[in-house]
């Protein structure tokens, strides 16, 4: 499947996966962006891209403004408030609303996270595993607010007939953005990289671009009920890996400390992915990326 000449919807479009995605798709396609668009800068290089901005506030789930006549929906829109009622709002019930508002959409994709899973042995999550409050210990909403939304998508899907993809995403990362920034930030500050004491230690980071790359397969996917799939990149590691690489690539030495304040390894198993992209999922295997990282933050250091 590709995505050319189709009216798409991306919500969350400021944030650090919907936007080079929304950019990515704006290439070839007619794409209305929605957020709060609360940094005026954001909503420039969306438009300057190509990118419709629309204003739009998730939580309050109000969508008169915006059209309903797109071919394809991608939901990335997120609250991570650590307030309860926001979040569960603005999580679940607005996906719902949204979903409704756009029923006539050939797929919808909703952004979901592997953080559902409860993952307590540290092994790689089948889509079929047992879901739990994962993120509890930074943030106490977001598993729970997370699961949530997939069951009102999965419920919304059959009332309407919208057929739907629900991509419980691992570890997004890009040039400059994404969870290694952190560590490439602490071990450029000289400052120790924080990891849970329990092992394994591993995720499945994905590239933007190999995210955009895949897209077109995980709408292609979309049934009714919801097919749910796990995304995620080929290649397993984890945080003291990527980071004593990261800091070798620096020349410099990545400081471990151990919390349990730091959220526990979690690995999806992507064989399902790959079934629907018809072979590996990443074109940017990690170490490439994260040189690419390490480049971006040195030369902007420059």
């Known amino acids: 499947m590709t995505l050319h000449g189709n009216r798409i919807l991306v919500t969350g479009a400021t944030g650090q996966v919907a936007m080079p995605v929304a950019i990515g798709l704006a290439r070839d396609n007619h794409v209305v ?3 709060r668009f609360k940094d005026a800068a954001l909503r420039a290089q969306l438009e300057a891209a190509g990118v419709q901005c ?9 969508f008169d403004d915006v059209p309903n ?12 408030s650590n307030k309860w009622e926001t979040d569960i709002a603005g999580n679940a019930e607005a996906v719902g609303l949204l979903m409704a508002h756009c029923r006539d959409a ?7 996270s592997t953080g559902v899973y409860e993952a307590a042995d540290g092994s790689p999550q089948r889509e079929t595993d047992p879901l739990g409050d994962n ?17 009102v998508v999965r419920t919304v899907a059959r009332l309407h007939g919208v057929p739907v993809t629900i991509a ?7 040039d400059t953005t994404g969870m290694p920034t952190m560590q490439l930030e602490a071990i450029l500050a000289g400052e120790p990289v924080v990891v849970h004491p329990e092992f394994p230690d591993v995720f499945a980071p994905i590239h933007l671009d190999d995210m955009v790359r895949t897209l077109p397969a995980l709408l292609g996917a979309a049934t009714v009920p919801a097919t ?36 526990k390894g979690m690995c999806p198993d992507v064989t399902v992915l790959r079934e629907l992209v018809g072979g590996p999922v990443c074109t940017i295997g ?8 390490v480049e971006a933050a040195t030369a902007t250091a420059r």
């Open 33 to 35: 962006g929605i957020a």
């Open 54 to 62: 629309i204003s739009v506030d998730l939580a309050r789930g109000e």
């Open 69 to 80: 006549d797109f071919d394809y929906v991608c939901n990335f829109g997120v609250v991570k």
């Open 106 to 112: 050939r797929a919808f994709l909703h952004c979901s």
């Open 135 to 151: 993120h509890r210990v930074m943030m106490p909403t977001y598993s729970i607010s997370k699961i949530a939304a997939e069951a």
């Open 168 to 174: 419980r995403l691992n570890v997004p990362y890009g």
């Open 228 to 263: 749910i799939v796990n995304w995620g990149g080929d290649e397993p590691v984890g945080v003291v890996e990527w980071s004593e690489h990261m800091a070798a690539l620096l020349g410099r030495e990545a400081v471990i400390v151990r919390s349990e304040g730091a959220i």
């Open 286 to 293: 990690w170490r490439e990326g994260m040189r690419r990282m």
